[in-house]
């Protein structure tokens, strides 16, 4: 099968839709499938390390992490046709999303969508300091969201919660699969965390780890508020960060001012092949964001053995069954301080949360959600030959938008 993901972001940037895309072009290439990247443009010294990425022009936008990409190549135009694809598979509804469609409407080839954002929860969390323009806003993203997806054949949400997420939304109950981004489960059987405590000075110290993205979403203060809690009880205790982010320097400086400042490393943006060892050093990974679509890198703690502790949110809930590998709270500092401090205290609640995340990493194996993911091209090729669409109920949809207007 001859596979295209159409994606605004990929490698040198590093996010969750740059991983989801690495590793199941990873895992399909290794079932025999050839897939192809189009991607945002980058920096004239990058040399690109894969073969068959192409490359849209656009223009660098550093706060975003990614290329304002411009949707359109007469390179792109001319070698689409050549590669006999099969299946086009879009990663946003935007930009090269809108490329994506229109590729796959001219081409004759089904149109597949990963679902990786909650689109309607990133209007509400930028438009807070803007009331008045979050309805407007929301319903052009909502009318947007429509059109995109009754383009397409099949739309993937990385997570059931994602997946309810839509029925409530758009009544969409057919051509919809969770497939979760799947693991390369070696490099986390191999790694050895130890010179990472060394480099950092963590030999005699309980270590916690978290990682993300350094921004108002990921649920920052509330994470730092309940280490401070712990801290204040248990000396031995750091946190390791992992990411950048537009509010390094506000977390930098709240952390001196809750008494902080040599108890949390920030180590910035670290290589993805680093991960594992990073992860290894640790004793516990903690989280706090609310916007998770997966929580994959929830899902890379496990596979390290870690036990997760978290605010109980999408994404992160359907990697994680509190109270098998690991603890859930409330979006509260006291009830993460409170999670933590229960698996310090209790070295048998550690080991049986260490014993389950490793076998629930397990399920996430990047083979067996390739294999599903062929499944999906499989059904969307069959029903783009009967001129079978997503269906998008819109009443359904109105009356979403209107609850989201009413409880704001």
């Known amino acids: ?75 792109v135009n001319k070698l689409l046709p050549s590669l006999k694809l099969d299946v086009i598979h879009s990663n946003h509804p935007i930009l090269l999303g809108n490329a994506a469609a229109d590729q796959a409407e001219k081409l004759g080839v089904p149109l597949v969508f990963t679902f990786h954002t909650s689109y309607l929860d990133y209007v509400d969390t930028y438009t807070d300091y803007v009331p008045s323009s979050k309805a407007f806003i929301g319903g052009m993203v909502a009318e947007g969201l429509v059109q995109y997806l009754s383009r397409c054949q099949h739309i993937i949400t990385p997570s059931d919660s994602i997946k309810q997420a839509l029925e409530t939304f758009g009544g969409l109950t057919d051509r919809v699969t969770t497939i979760p981004t799947g ?6 059987q191999t790694a050895d965390g130890q010179a ?22 990921k649920n920052w203060i509330t994470l730092l508020a309940a280490v401070a809690q712990v801290a204040a009880i248990h000396s031995e205790v750091r ?18 001012e809750v008494g902080l400042t040599d108890r949390v490393i920030f180590t910035g943006l670290v290589p993805f092949e680093e991960i594992p060892a990073y992860l290894k050093a640790a004793d516990i990974f903690c989280f706090a964001s609310t916007t998770e679509t997966q929580g994959l890198v929830t899902m890379e703690a496990l596979a390290a053995g870690l036990p997760v502790i978290a605010v109980d949110a ?4 359907d990697a994680v069954v509190s109270g098998q590998e690991g603890l859930l709270t409330d979006n509260d500092p006291a009830a993460l301080a409170q999670a933590i401090q229960q698996i310090l205290a209790d070295d048998a609640l550690l080991t049986h949360l260490q014993t389950n995340a490793l ?41 979403a938008m209107h609850e989201r207007q009413e409880n704001a």
């Open 359 to 399: 076998k629930k990493a397990g399920n996430f194996e990047m083979t067996i959600q390739a294999k599903k993911m062929v499944a999906v091209y499989e059904q969307a090729i069959d029903d783009k030959k009967a001129n079978r669409y997503v269906q998008i109920d819109r009443d359904r949809v109105e009356a």
């Open 183 to 188: 693991i390369d489960l070696a490099p986390y």
């Open 239 to 256: 946190l390791i960060i992992l990411g950048d982010g537009p509010q390094r320097e506000v977390l930098e400086t709240y952390t001196q």
């Open 196 to 217: 990472i405590r060394q480099k950092y000075n963590l030999t005699s110290h309980k270590v916690l780890i978290s990682i993300g993205r350094l921004a108002e979403e």
């Open 314 to 317: 999408t994404g992160t809930r």
């Open 1 to 75: 099968m001859h596979i295209a993901h159409f994606t605004n972001t990929y490698k040198p940037n590093v996010n969750g839709v740059v991983r989801s895309v690495s590793t199941f072009r990873t895992g399909l290439t290794s079932l025999g499938h050839l897939v192809f990247i189009f991607a945002q443009e980058t920096p004239p010294d990058y040399e690109e390390p894969e073969a068959f990425i192409f490359r849209y022009p656009g223009v660098n936008i550093p706060i975003f992490d990614y290329s304002l990409t411009m949707p359109a190549s007469p390179f």
